[in-house]
Nanobody, 125 residues
Framework: QVHLTESGGGLVQAGGSLRLSCATS????????MGWFRQAPGKEREFVAA????????YYKDSVKARFTIFGDNAKNTVYLHMNSLKPEDTAVYYC??????????????????WGRGTLVTVSS
């Protein structure tokens, strides 16, 4: 079973930055895409960013493309989401996901078979 644990959430002011971490038990890195989703209060969970198992391909939600960066460290079994220029509308619980798929497929809602419990990001005005 794949286990995912998010960390790094917190309270920041608009314009600030945060780096989220997802520690994973995934060992076959080339076969698993990793991604981040988020869910704001009263809204559906939405895709944010994903990276291929090899790290050679990334895919982002349009509204975060210029501000967020997803990257991984295979040696540490960890994937990160660095978030710059945070806005109040970025406030949400952020979830890490993994699956034997591609970054693009995960962005389309396919192949995210494993999920973490989430970490809360709150951006104040």
């Amino acid at each position: 079973q794949v286990h995912l644990t998010e960390s790094g959430g917190g309270l920041v002011q608009a314009g600030g930055s945060l780096r989220l971490s997802c520690a994973t038990s995934v060992r076959t890195f080339s076969r698993y895409a990793m991604g981040w989703f988020r869910q704001a209060p009263g809204k559906e969970r939405e895709f944010v960013a994903a990276i291929s198992g090899t790290g050679g391909s990334t895919y982002y939600k349009d509204s975060v493309k210029a501000r967020f960066t997803i990257f991984g460290d295979n040696a540490k079994n960890t994937v990160y989401l660095h978030m710059n220029s945070l806005k109040p509308e970025d406030t949400a619980v952020y979830y890490c996901a993994a699956g034997p798929t591609t970054a693009q497929a995960m962005g389309a809602g396919f192949g995210a078979d494993y999920w973490g419990r989430g970490t809360l990001v709150t951006v104040s005005s």
